[in-house]
Nanobody, 123 residues
Framework: QVQLVESGGGLVQAGGSLRLSCAAS????????MGWFRQAPGKEREFVAD????????YYADSVKGRFTISRDNARNTMYLQMNSLKPEDTAVYYC????????????????WGQGTQVTVSS
């Protein structure tokens, strides 16, 4: 089992920045891929970015490429999402997720999920 807890959400003005954290516990993450997803009101949960824990390969949705950066800290078992140049359309609940192996953008393939953290970007 992998437990995930997100933090760092909040209210920010358009053009501002936030850094989300996802603290993982339960087992070592070697061999896992971890991702960020988001869900806006009335919309499907969508892929944002993911990272291979071993090696650090990353992949981004086109909508956030160049503005968001995903990273991880092995010593702290924590994943981050640095979000810059935020837009009102980035407003959503952000979830972190984990899957063994993988490196996938497909929501249904992720086995472990956090509870989510709200990000609100005002115009």
């Amino acid at each position: 089992q992998v437990q995930l807890v997100e933090s760092g959400g909040g209210l920010v003005q358009a053009g501002g920045s936030l850094r989300l954290s996802c603290a993982a516990s339960g087992r070592a993450l070697n061999g896992y891929s971890m991702g960020w997803f988001r869900q806006a009101p009335g919309k499907e949960r969508e892929f944002v970015a993911d990272i291979r824990w071993s090696g650090g390969n990353t992949y981004y949705a086109d909508s956030v490429k160049g503005r968001f950066t995903i990273s991880r800290d092995n010593a702290r078992n924590t994943m981050y999402l640095q979000m810059n140049s935020l837009k009102p359309e980035d407003t959503a609940v952000y979830y972190c997720a984990a899957v063994y192996g993988g490196f996938t953008t497909t929501r249904s393939e992720y086995r472990y999920w956090g509870q989510g953290t709200q990000v609100t970007v005002s115009s």
